[in-house]
């Protein structure tokens, strides 16, 4: 299976796995211009914080190909850069490709830097992701059940994954892990992609809605909660829309609960009010796969994303090891 994004020399295109249409179809598009890699970022067609960054910086390499000149370029990366406006590494796979790009004098050789770039970004997430799922895996006994919420898996990244690359890596050193995965309304990326990757993968898991998460907390049928992250705050987490109603619920319980994200996920200048939270169509609730499930006149609030403060956090898992109290310890974190 090829990795979630990557580049087509041949063709000179982004080749992703098209994740609006599992778990029932497996098919990869390509895209050929920066529009048309904008809509598939918006659609979700590719999604989760390290993919977008991948796929920001592939998406300065189609610019690069295709602009006529520097001011073109740039006017297009903004547009690239904001396609999504919560995950920070979007915008951080596209300035780092950029300025790789701009250091060329010709559109050809911009285009050639860019592409290094965006690749040594594709090989880091993944080499990130595996040092990140070693330090994590540390956290897991044998026996464990893992709660999980929306794909931190290698749908969300470039391969491996962040909150599901622990789980690989816990089972890689021979850990009996099993996971419960929320299935993250409206857009249903727990059921639709974890569910579908962890079965790939034959790792065990048990799929609930999300409302389930309080009783099976309770239950004790959860030893531990890993998620992953679209942006690390001064003050906490910023991850799909239902992480925070977990935290809440793991803290009720006395159940550890863990945040697995690389670096570049990392804005820690920046308060959480000063985030911009992603607020999706109506659509999105109005309907269910084509079919109606709402008057259509009624209000509806979309926010793709919430917050939850380190507070509820029992600790931040990245490539640099395991951070416990990280509000406290949090410049030695970030260094
Ligand atoms: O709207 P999505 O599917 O892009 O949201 C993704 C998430 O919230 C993930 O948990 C987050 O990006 C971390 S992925 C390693």
Known sequence: MMNTIEWDDDTETVKLIDQTLLPVA?????????????????????RGAPALGAAGAYGVVLGCINARDTKELKAEMEQLKHARPTAINLSYGVIRALNAALAGSTLVEMKENALEEANRIAVEDVAVNKKLGD?????????????????????????????????RSAIEKGKRIEVIACETRPLNQGSRLTCWELNQDKIPVTLITDSMSAAVMRDKKVDKVIVGA???????????????????????????FYVAAPRSSFDTERSYKDVEIEERSSEELLFFAGTQIAPLDVNVYNPAFDFTPFELIEAVITEMGVHKSISAKFDSVIG
Do not use: F, Q
């Open 135 to 167: 330090y994590g895996s540390a956290l897991l006994e044998d026996g464990d059940v893992v709660l999980t919420h929306c794909n931190a898996g290698r749908l969300a990244c470039v391969d491996w994954g962040t909150a599901l690359g622990v789980i």
């Open 26 to 46: 497996y098919k990869i598009v390509e895209c050929r211009r920066v529009a048309e890699l904008i809509d598939a970022i918006k659609r979700l067609k590719v």
């Open 230 to 256: 679209d942006r690390v705050v001064k003050e906490g987490v910023i991850n799909k829309i239902g992480t925070y109603m977990h935290a809440v619920v793991a803290k009720a319980h006395k159940i550890p």
